[in-house]
């Protein structure tokens, strides 16, 4: 399940949490990329905060620097989404 983070409210974040749990999706993935808004360590903690462990994170969008990376992964991301992968490694 992509959703477009940038574009909604907390409230709206929230219900979409809800519809994915009642869903039992495998992933939630935070953009698709063609947003400005990429990912972010306040978005990661959220979507962790309000979703069960079984239902991974994907961070994506923007994610340029290893420590940025990092920071995602502290926050909750199971996985991460970057066109830069090699300069990351």
């Known amino acids: 399940m992509i959703l477009e983070t940038g574009l909604l409210t907390k409230e709206e974040i929230l219900k979409l949490c809800e519809l994915a749990i009642n869903n039992k999706v495998n992933y ?28 991974k994170i994907k961070a994506a969008g923007g994610i340029r620097t290893a420590d940025f990376a990092r920071q995602l992964l502290e926050a909750g991301a199971d996985r991460l989404g970057s066109s830069t992968c090699l300069k990351l490694l």
């Open 28 to 55: 939630v993935k935070n953009s698709t990329g063609f947003h400005a808004e990429g990912a972010s360590v306040a978005t990661v903690e959220f979507l962790r905060a309000n979703l069960p462990s079984t239902i």
